[in-house]
């Protein structure tokens, strides 16, 4: 147990070490110190409606929301995280989702003979996972579709302002001809204005949903203009030029990766794909990696290297545009 213990500790701290080597200076935080100063400009009412959102959210969680939400460290997160895919789901629908698959997972397992240990460990490790690859996917897909139109919601923008319309009447445009998460964001803001939220507390609230620094130029380049004056039709025909050529020079750095990101998933699935044949094959053979001291020593050990591999290669083809 002593060799397993020391492996584990040593894994860990590895880890560590690697990812302090490789973390600098954050851009995300940064932005957010930045979007920080900006948002400290809203007025009392602002704040005022703020609570009373935040009341009406509340009160319309359920049981079961309200049941997973004590179980968790960092409720306000997942929700917000939730709210980002765009769909309807709940803190307690994640949660349900979530004992589901362990529940399921850990099932399987044991009618095939798996330890109880590894079995539950397994259920709370796929458990935990899945809903949050799942979630993290929808987010991204919607994300970039988000992204692909939002140059072109921006030059509508610009032919609104140009033809005279406020901006607030221009978002309403943007809201009802723009199809897809464009659409919705903009009605969104169009309808928090409406009940009393000044522009760039609504525009700064789908900012922090979003996350996106497109979007985040867009609202900095709104308040800078509200403050200092100036053809706002110019300035955003300008962003949304810059906005395309940031995509063009993302879908760039894709393809250049593309290749090498293939490599690196073939080569680290191979092993997990092996062992899983060879247990389908012959499970009595593989329960010795669960069992013999020997065999977990050298299996937690070439998972350490190969997460260590896969981290170096992921900071390798990670740019920051």
Do not use: C
């Not at 929808?138 to 072109?152: E, L, Y």
């Not at 962003?239 to 680290?268: C, N, P, T």
């Amino acid at each position: 147990m002593m060799p397993l213990i020391i492996v584990t500790v040593g894994g860990a701290l590895i880890l560590g070490m690697i990812a302090l080597a490789f973390a600098g200076p954050s851009p995300q935080r940064a932005q957010a110190r930045r979007i920080g100063a900006l948002r400290e400009r809203h007025g009392d009412s602002a704040v005022a409606v703020d609570a009373k959102l935040r009341r009406i959210t509340n009160s319309r969680d359920t049981r079961m929301d309200v049941a997973v939400g004590r179980l968790l460290p960092n409720r306000a997160a997942l929700a917000k995280r939730l709210a980002m895919t765009g769909k309807d789901w709940t803190v307690g629908n994640y949660g349900m989702a979530t004992a589901g698959v362990t529940g399921v997972v850990a099932l399987l397992l044991l009618l095939k003979g798996a330890p109880l240990l590894l079995a539950l460990l397994l259920g709370l490790a796929m458990g935990a996972g899945i809903p949050h690859l799942v979630v993290g996917k929808v987010i991204k897909r919607r994300i970039a579709k988000f992204t692909s139109k939002f140059p072109d919601a921006i030059e509508l923008l610009v032919r609104g302002l140009r033809s005279g319309l406020p901006i607030s009447e221009t978002m309403g445009v943007v809201g009802a001809e723009v199809d897809g998460p464009v659409g919705e964001e903009f009605r969104a803001i169009a309808d928090k204005m409406k009940i009393g939220r000044t522009m760039d507390a609504a525009m700064q609230d789908t900012a922090d949903r979003l996350g996106t620094p497109e979007f985040q130029f867009f609202v900095i380049t709104i308040a800078i203009q509200r403050e200092t004056g100036g053809n706002l039709a110019e300035t955003l025909a300008n962003l949304a030029e810059v906005l395309r050529k940031r995509s063009q020079m993302k879908l760039k750095i894709r393809a250049m990766s593309s290749e090498s990101k293939a490599s690196a998933y073939i080569i680290g699935s191979l092993p997990f794909v092996v062992f899983g044949l060879i247990w389908t094959i012959n499970d009595t053979y593989m329960q010795n990696f669960f069992v013999d001291q020997r065999l977990i020593v050298a299996g937690l050990g070439g998972m350490i290297w190969m997460s260590i591999g896969a981290f170096i290669m992921a900071k390798m083809i990670n740019f920051e545009i």
